[in-house]
Antibody, heavy 120, light 107 residues
Framework: EVQLVESGGGLVQPGRSMKLSCAASGFTFNNYDMAWVCQAPKKGLEWVAT????????YYRDSVKGRFTISRDNAKSTLYLQMDSLRSEDTATYYCARHSANSHWYFDFWGPGTMVTVSS | DIQMTQSPASLSASLGETVTIECRASEDIYNGLAWYQQKPGKSPQLLIYNANSLHTGVPSRFSGSGSGTQYSLKINSLQSEDVASYFC?????????FGSGTKLEIK
């Protein structure tokens, strides 16, 4: 059974950092591109970042470029999101999501999410 | 960036009815479109990919259609468990973008 479980969320002050983790199981992690998608309270979905199966390529939305870093440890089947210089507008539930196996960038499986609140 | 305009924002229908949700892209996305269902308090789940391909395990009352810039999701024989928000997503190009969502309720 495919499982994605996020952790590391919580309350953080503006300007500070936070690192999210996503533990994957039930599939061959290093065969899949992975992503983070966020959803502000009562709002829609926003793609944040994607990393290729081997970590060689990364993609970011403009609003997080230079502040967020997506990475992965294939030996540990774990995806990460390092978030620096956090802003109040980064407050959201962050979902770890698996891209499809056929190199199309839709998401065929999502974790339950972890909430990040940026507030003083 | 490709903008995805989704309509309607909310929808109320009776059990057994057929409903349709629309998504319009700001440019041709060549069927690079997915639909997701998000039930209250849960994470999204994939319904449709490549505009009209049903994801594994999704009931056949869900179907997708469209091409170019215009796409739609149809739900036949509405069931109580279909109460959810529905989102479209284009994956033709980065940045990946979603529609604003449609909240479906039962009358």
């Amino acid at each position: 059974e495919v499982q994605l479980v996020e952790s590391g969320g919580g309350l953080v002050q503006p300007g500070r950092s936070m690192k999210l983790s996503c533990a994957a199981s039930g599939f061959t992690f290093n065969n899949y591109d992975m992503a983070w998608v966020c959803q502000a309270p009562k709002k829609g979905l926003e793609w944040v970042a994607t990393i290729s199966y081997d970590g060689s390529s990364t993609y970011y939305r403009d609003s997080v470029k230079g502040r967020f870093t997506i990475s992965r440890d294939n030996a540990k089947s774990t995806l990460y999101l390092q978030m620096d210089s956090l802003r109040s507008e980064d407050t959201a539930t962050y979902y770890c999501a698996r891209h499809s196996a056929n190199s199309h960038w839709y998401f065929d499986f999502w974790g339950p999410g972890t909430m990040v609140t940026v507030s003083s | 960036d490709i903008q995805m305009t989704q309509s309607p924002a909310s929808l109320s229908a009776s059990l057994g009815e057929t409903v349709t949700i629309e998504c319009r892209a700001s440019e041709d996305i060549y069927n690079g479109l997915a639909w997701y269902q998000q039930k209250p308090g849960k994470s999204p789940q994939l319904l449709i990919y490549n505009a009209n391909s049903l994801h594994t395990g999704v009931p056949s009352r869900f179907s997708g259609s469209g091409s170019g810039t215009q796409y739609s999701l149809k739900i036949n024989s509405l069931q109580s468990e279909d109460v959810a928000s529905y989102f479209c997503q284009q994956y033709y190009n980065y940045p990946l973008t979603f529609g604003s969502g449609t909240k479906l309720e039962i009358k």
